[in-house]
């Protein structure tokens, strides 16, 4: 089992930056890929970004070039550094971690069997 626990939402004004965090813990050995997802209200969850144990890394393009995420084996920690938000990217975003991925983009969300609880993030214009 893998539990995952997010932090670091909040509200900031359009051109704000915000980092999040994600703290696995449990039998994260087994962990292929973790992912970011983000789901506003009235849209369909959406894949952010991901990075497999390994380093590689994939970036919705909607957001390329604003976020960049990170990893730190050592302490089981996924990060996710936003820059540059706009009032679009308010969303619930949601940590993920999966034990069967199929290496796709976008990321399939039955790929991902851990979530965590979500953080909000709010941007203001």
């Known amino acids: 089992q893998v539990r995952l626990t997010e932090s670091g939402g909040g509200s900031v004004q359009a051109g704000g930056s915000l980092r999040l965090s994600c703290a696995a813990s449990?039998?994260?050995?087994?962990?292929?890929?973790m992912a970011w997802f983000r789901q506003a209200p009235g849209k369909e969850r959406e894949g952010v970004a991901y990075?497999?144990?390994?380093?590689?890394?994939e970036y919705a393009d909607s957001m390329k070039g604003r976020i960049a995420i990170s990893q730190d084996n050592a302490k089981n920690t996924v990060s996710l550094e936003m820059n540059s938000l706009k009032p679009e990217d308010t969303a619930m975003y949601y940590c993920?971690?999966?034990?069967?991925?199929?290496?796709?983009?976008?990321?399939?969300?039955?790929?991902?069997?851990?979530w965590g609880q979500g953080t909000q993030v709010i941007v203001s214009s």
């Open positions: 993920a971690a999966s034990l069967g991925w199929r290496r796709s983009w976008p990321p399939p969300r039955i790929d991902f069997a851990y």
């Open positions: 449990g039998d994260t050995g087994s962990i292929e890929c």
């Open positions: 990075i497999t144990p390994g380093g590689t890394i």
